[in-house]
């Protein structure tokens, strides 16, 4: 087989043949397999979400699709309103169901300050903060999350988190999106709706989502795209240009940060085309010079690839059944 010249053209699609044939999927899926009446999707504003719900409305109608905003105290003011502006254009359904006081509840807040002050006791309730890695592109580097803080006055510390702390601040933080998903299962089984997973390719492979969190769906619609994809996707479809001109966040602390910020450490555009590379057997003195990096760069993005695939493979393991004990 001829391998495909490498250009940052490898990830052109003809959107509007790619969202008749997921359509039809969904379609396909929820109305024939699943035999449900429509679909749940959680909106947040960003992009992922809002291409997703764009495909469930084509699919089985807007009517038969319902948005669920679901904020908390740390969630920006941009993402319901931008949730909302998106219902708007779609024309679905759309509810608001706050979580703030579930996660108290769980203790979700208290547990992450509790982290917070092992390494910063000073940290006062109402500081922002965010867990952020270095960047892939300014050389080698060990996989240590840093903690960021800032008081109300701006000024902000950095400090390595020790793996116990991480290591709560993670487990704590995932609150979110659990809460989120078994508010999405209450409105599915009350509507006897599926529910639409918002993963792309990039987080998908990569284990960029919460196991038994926001990696939990009955569908995925776009996790065989790569994040350019699902903006070429936007575009055609229409999603508002204020969502599509919105950077990538995380929307998980109260401290700004991207996604490039807090997991894929390097720009998605780039990412997209590294994976993509790594795939198709590229080497990375090629791609580098396709993508104006240098070869060391590339093959460290490479090498972050391979080792995220590993750590994924407990985000994606289903549990284990032994065989029939009636048979020798």
Known sequence: ??????????????????????????????????????VVVGVSGGIDSSVVAALCARAVGPDHVLALSMPERDSSDDALRLARLLVDHLGTQHLVEPITDVLAAFGCYDRQVEAIRTVFPEFAIGDRFKVV???????????????????TDGNEQRAR?????????????????????????YHADRLHYAVAGTPNLLEDDQGFFVKQGDGVADLKPIAHLFKTQVFALAEY???????????????????????????????????????????????????????????????RIFRDIEAKRRVSRYHHHVPVVPGDPTEA
């Not at 490039?260 to 790594?278: I, K, N, R, S």
């Open 1 to 38: 087989m001829v391998r495909r010249m490498f250009s940052r053209s490898v990830l052109a699609i003809d959107a509007a043949r790619v969202a008749d044939q997921i359509a039809q999927s969904i379609r396909d899926e929820v109305l024939g397999d699943l035999r449900r009446r429509g």
């Open 133 to 151: 890695l270095p960047s892939l592109l300014d050389g080698d580097r060990l996989n240590i999350p840093v903690l960021a803080i800032a008081d």
């Open 237 to 299: 479809l229409g999603v508002p240009d204020e969502i599509r001109a919105r950077p990538p966040t995380t929307d998980t602390y109260p401290f700004a940060q991207t996604q490039e910020e807090f997991f894929f450490a390097v720009p998605y555009a780039e990412m997209d085309l590294c994976m993509w590379a790594f795939d198709h057997g590229v080497a990375p003195a090629e791609a580098a010079a396709e993508l104006g990096l240098t070869s060391d760069q590339v093959s």
């Open 161 to 185: 988190l020790p793996l116990d702390a991480y290591l709560q601040m993670v487990a704590a933080t995932n609150f979110k999106q659990r809460a989120r998903k078994s508010v999405e299962y």
